[in-house]
Each structure stands twice: as C-alpha cells, then as structure tokens.
C-alpha cells in the first residue's frame, strides 16, 4: 500500500532576476514524497536547496511549473494559500532562530499561540511534553544562552513538532554542530518523525547525516542529479 503524496513538484523552474541579469536556479525540478517519508536533498552550496524549500514552504512565490503541497497547489496562488500551506509546516534553519528573551518553553509555546482552540494550559502542556521528548525536560526555564548549540537545535526540532506539522522542513540543520550533536539531533528528528508519519525534507551538504534518509537526491546547478 502506498501513501499518499505529500509534496509533488513536476517541471518547476525558477530564476532570480529579470532580463539580461536573470539566473536561472531551479530547472525542471520534479520530485514526488509521500506522506512520512524522510528525504534529504544534498548537494555543493549554491545549487538551488534553500531556494527550492522556501518555495515548498510557500514562503517564495514560483511561477512555472507545478508546486502541489498537501493537495494544495502552490504556483501562482495567492497570499492565503501560501499561508494555509505555512501553518502546516514545521521549519527548523540552519541557526536556530529561538528568541533569545523567552525561555525554552516559552518559545516551543509561543508557535501554538495562533491556535484558538488551545487554552494558555493546554499550550504550555503541549510544549513541556514535546520538550521532554527531546530529551529537554529539565531544561524549560533555560533562556537560549544558557544551552549548549545541541541543546538549542533540539528546541528549534521542539518547536518545529510542537503543532503536529504533516510536513517539516530544514535547512542544513546540523550546520552550526559538531558530528555527534548533529547526529543525534537529526535521529531524533528523524525518531519523532516517524512516529507521528510527518513527513521531512532536509537539505545539507553534511555527508554524515545522509544515512538517515529513506532517500537521498542530489541538486547540482538546479538540476536534480538522483531521484
Ligand atoms: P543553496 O541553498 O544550495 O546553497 P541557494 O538556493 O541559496 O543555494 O542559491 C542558489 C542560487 O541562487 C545561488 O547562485 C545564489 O547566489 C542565488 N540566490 C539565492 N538567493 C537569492 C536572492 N534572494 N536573490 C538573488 N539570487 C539569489
Ligand atoms: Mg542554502
């Protein structure tokens, strides 16, 4: 039996820039992941990866060729789907991005406010359970400072799962890390993810991670090398 497809991406080009100066970066992509499928996209800096997320993401607007993220088709749509598309995905970049004011719960938390049907209880619950499965329970009060880099990824993967994403997606995740923080910080990911039949993208030049992929494809000047 086959899963349903998550994300399906059929002849997508994307360029940057306008007439003489236009770079095309994106050519022909296609590629189709199923629903809880674990893909990385490797690949030399400057082949297309984060462009190609952002507009997965729906945080970058394409315009040839088809984007059809969770049934919803994202080239030349308008503003709401794209944000339709955002409140069901989870991001996890390369720096961690959490607040440096707000605590590890806090933060992990804070992406749950949108929610209306959660109260402010439910949300810190939430939150606090999805911390201790990062292996962060003894650490909620902890300002970003006061953690190790490990410690912060594990928070921004916290904060990432915390709302029940069907899709995540990061952006070399493992960069600011040593071998063994990254490792464990993307089998967790990747432990938490299947579980749950989220499905995760992950783009990284870090050969040492590939390994916990069910697939690995390879993006070289825009063209999809592998599939
Ligand atoms: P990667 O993530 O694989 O390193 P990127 O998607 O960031 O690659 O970049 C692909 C190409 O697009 C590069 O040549 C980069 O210089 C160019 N590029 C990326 N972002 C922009 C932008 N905002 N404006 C113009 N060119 C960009
Ligand atoms: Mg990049």
Same mark, same amino acid.
């Given at each position: 039996?086959?899963?349903?497809?998550?994300?399906?991406?059929?002849?997508?080009?994307?360029?940057?820039?306008?007439?003489?100066?236009?770079?095309?970066?994106?050519?022909?992509?296609?590629?189709?992941?199923?629903?809880?499928?674990?893909?990385?996209?490797?690949?030399?800096?400057?082949?297309?990866?984060?462009?190609?997320?952002?507009?997965?993401?729906?945080?970058?607007?394409?315009?040839?060729?088809?984007?059809?993220?969770?049934? *919803?088709?994202? @080239?030349?749509?308008?503003?709401?789907?794209?944000?339709?598309?955002? /409140? #069901?995905? +989870? &991001?996890?970049?390369?720096?961690?991005?959490?607040?440096?004011?707000?605590?590890?719960?806090?933060?992990?938390?804070?992406?749950?406010?949108?929610?209306?049907?959660?109260?402010?209880?439910?949300?810190?619950?939430?939150?606090?359970?999805?911390?201790?499965?990062?292996?962060?329970?003894?650490?909620?009060?902890?300002?970003?400072?006061?953690?190790?880099?490990?410690?912060?990824?594990?928070?921004?993967?916290?904060?990432?799962?915390?709302? *029940?994403?069907? @899709?995540?997606?990061?952006?070399?995740?493992?960069?600011?890390?040593? /071998? #063994?923080? +990254? &490792?464990?910080?993307?089998?967790?990911?990747?432990?938490?993810?299947?579980?749950?039949?989220?499905?995760?993208?992950?783009?990284?030049?870090?050969?040492?991670?590939?390994?916990?992929?069910?697939?690995?494809?390879?993006?070289?000047?825009?063209?999809?090398?592998?599939?």
């Amino acid at each position: 039996m086959s899963m349903p497809i998550a994300i399906d991406v059929d002849r997508l080009n994307f360029s940057f820039g306008s007439g003489v100066l236009t770079q095309p970066v994106l050519k022909n992509v296609t590629i189709s992941i199923q629903q809880g499928e674990i893909v990385l996209i490797t690949g030399p800096s400057g082949s297309g990866k984060t462009t190609f997320l952002t507009i997965i993401g729906g945080l970058r607007q394409a315009s040839h060729g088809s984007v059809i993220v969770l049934d *919803q088709q994202l @080239i030349n749509s308008d503003e709401q789907a794209k944000i339709k598309i955002r /409140k #069901q995905i +989870g &991001y996890i970049f390369q720096q961690h991005n959490l607040l440096k004011s707000l605590t590890a719960l806090q933060n992990v938390s804070m992406t749950l406010e949108m929610s209306n049907t959660m109260t402010e209880q439910q949300r810190l619950d939430r939150s606090e359970a999805m911390l201790a499965a990062v292996g962060l329970g003894d650490r909620l009060d902890y300002k970003p400072d006061q953690l190790s880099a490990g410690q912060r990824q594990r928070v921004s993967i916290a904060r990432a799962l915390v709302g *029940q994403p069907k @899709i995540v997606l990061a952006d070399e995740p493992t960069a600011s890390l040593d /071998k #063994q923080s +990254g &490792y464990e910080a993307v089998s967790l990911l990747k432990r938490l993810a299947k579980e749950s039949q989220t499905t995760i993208l992950l783009v990284t030049h870090d050969y040492r991670i590939l390994d916990i992929a069910d697939r690995v494809v390879e993006l070289e000047d825009g063209v999809i090398k592998k599939v």
